[in-house]
């Protein structure tokens, strides 16, 4: 079973900032979060990723609550290309066999 | 840079018949390497890692078999396939446990 847990599904108007939520209460002081999108038939490909600290690059934001048990993707003004399946995932530094890609939430850009 | 190579893109094969996908990686050495499976709909599974030529690990029991002849070389195998290992066959590869994983574009697998 995924250790996180994300909406099925969002949709998202065009131009305007898509937030992603995804819970993570089990995560361990040494898990970093990190998120990936899937556009169809494609492999995933790596968004962003934090520790505790507010990330951000130049595909999104990430925020992670102080107790780091929740956090946000924040697509600040999303295209029609961002439509895709975004995968939250807990990974511990160390340890290979705990990479769990759940099922992801499937957010549509609407034009 | 680095660049990840997984073919073929697609596949068809019978029940009963081998198999075997190639991965490797371009511009870096001793990466680690990764195999999920993803069924339709679903999220990734991890199937197999390897953090060195000739290692490997399972996540799983399965009809399916990994190794690693080179460095940036990963091959997925199987000797008789089932109509259960059916699904979209991703590679991947980081530097570092806590880096992010890079994938291929994937081969899609079907079984008749």
């Known amino acids: 079973d995924a250790k996180t847990t994300q909406p099925t599904s969002m949709d998202c108007a065009e131009g305007r900032a898509a937030n992603l939520p995804c819970n993570h209460s089990t995560i361990s002081g040494n898990e970093y979060v990190y998120w990936y999108r899937q556009i169809h038939s494609q492999g995933p490909q790596y968004i962003i990723h934090g520790l505790k600290n507010n990330e951000t690059n130049e595909m999104a934001s990430l925020i992670i609550t102080e107790d780091r048990k929740s956090s946000t993707l924040i697509l600040p003004h999303a295209t029609l290309r961002d439509t895709a399946v975004y995968y939250c995932?807990?990974?511990?530094?160390?340890?290979?066999?705990?990479?769990?890609f759940g099922p992801g939430t499937s957010l549509s850009v609407i034009p | 840079s680095q660049t990840i190579h997984q073919w073929p893109a697609t596949l068809v094969q019978p029940v009963g018949s081998p198999l075997s996908l190639e991965c490797t990686v371009e511009g870096t050495s001793n990466p680690n390497l990764y195999w999920y499976r993803q069924a339709a709909g679903r999220g990734l599974q991890l199937l197999f890692y390897s953090v060195g030529i000739g290692q490997i690990s399972s996540e799983v029991p399965q009809n399916l078999s990994a190794s690693r002849p080179q460095d940036r070389q990963f091959i997925l195998s199987s000797k008789k396939l089932l109509l259960s290992d059916s699904g979209f066959y991703l590679c991947?590869?980081?530097?570092?446990?806590?880096?992010?994983?890079?994938f291929g574009d994937g081969t899609r697998l079907s079984i008749l």
């Open positions: 995932i807990s990974l511990p530094s160390t340890s290979y066999d705990k990479v769990i």
């Open positions: 991947a590869w980081n530097r570092l446990s806590n880096q992010p994983q890079h």
